[in-house]
Nanobody, 116 residues
């Protein structure tokens, strides 16, 4: 089992910044990829950013140049630094971890709201 605990969501004005954190616990030794997804009202859940165990990153086109995903030295926590936020970034953000050859664990979700 893998458990994910998220923090860092909130309300910001357009152009502001937030940093999301996701701490993994449990069977962390089998985790291959961690990342962030988001889901806005009326939209499907989409991948925002991901990072592999060796540090390869991937980003949605809509956030390239504005968001950065990173991890701590122990690889127990991942972060999503979100800069120059736009109203269209408003969504519930979910941390995700893939483990045991593709099994997925999900965080509870954290609300990010960007006002104009």
């Amino acid at each position: 089992q893998v458990q994910l605990l998220e923090s860092g969501g909130g309300l910001v004005q357009a152009g502001g910044s937030l940093r999301l954190s996701c701490a993994a616990s449990g069977n962390i030794f089998t985790i291959s990829i961690m990342g962030w997804y988001r889901q806005a009202p009326g939209k499907q859940r989409e991948l925002v950013a991901g990072i592999t165990r060796i540090g390869i990153t991937n980003y949605a086109d809509s956030v390239k140049g504005r968001f950065t995903i990173s991890r701590d030295n122990a690889d127990y926590t991942v972060y999503l630094q979100m800069n120059n936020l736009k109203p269209e970034d408003t969504a519930v953000y979910y941390c995700n971890a893939r483990y045991n050859y593709g099994t997925s664990a999900w965080g509870q979700g954290t609300q990010v709201t960007v006002s104009s």
